[in-house]
């Protein structure tokens, strides 16, 4: 049986990021679609996740990127509308059990775009 991996997001003047918290994971596939993304992966124990997420605006599927390591895999992907801000990710105004603002890396916008940067290009290295 699939069941959905603990999602946390968080909203840059740039992009959205997305954690998907998955330990071990195994056969990680991750679609990201203008308007949707698609997430699945096996742990160790051999238990399948997959997360479907219709967008809440229109991302750059092709700027977009994931990034996995042993505890978790993370998205983040390139509004098409740079510096608007996201009041949820999912289309529907809906808040799945599964999915939380990640509040340690929520933050205001003021000055961010050189941190957004360094973090971006620093996901991009490994």
């Known amino acids: 049986p699939r069941q959905p991996a603990k999602t946390l997001w968080y909203d840059r003047p740039r992009y959205v990021y997305l954690e998907f918290c998955v330990e071990d994971s195994r056969d990680v596939k991750v679609i990201i679609e203008d ?6 992966c096996k742990n160790a124990d051999g238990v399948e996740f997959y ?7 229109r991302v750059n599927s092709k700027d977009s990127q994931e990034k996995r390591s042993d505890r978790s895999i993370t998205c983040f992907m390139r509004k098409w509308k740079e510096k608007v801000a ?3 990710i999912t289309k529907e105004n809906i808040k ?3 999915l ?3 509040f340690d890396n929520w933050r205001d916008w003021e000055g961010d775009e050189e941190v957004e ?3 971006v290009e620093q996901y991009a290295e490994v």
Request: positive net charge; aromatic residues 16%; without cysteine.
């Open 51 to 57: 997360n479907e997420i219709n967008l809440y605006a």
């Open 86 to 88: 996201w009041p949820r």
């Open 35 to 40: 308007q949707r993304l698609v997430f699945s």
């Open 117 to 119: 940067r360094a973090m």
């Open 96 to 98: 799945p059990a599964w």
């Open 100 to 102: 939380s603002v990640d």
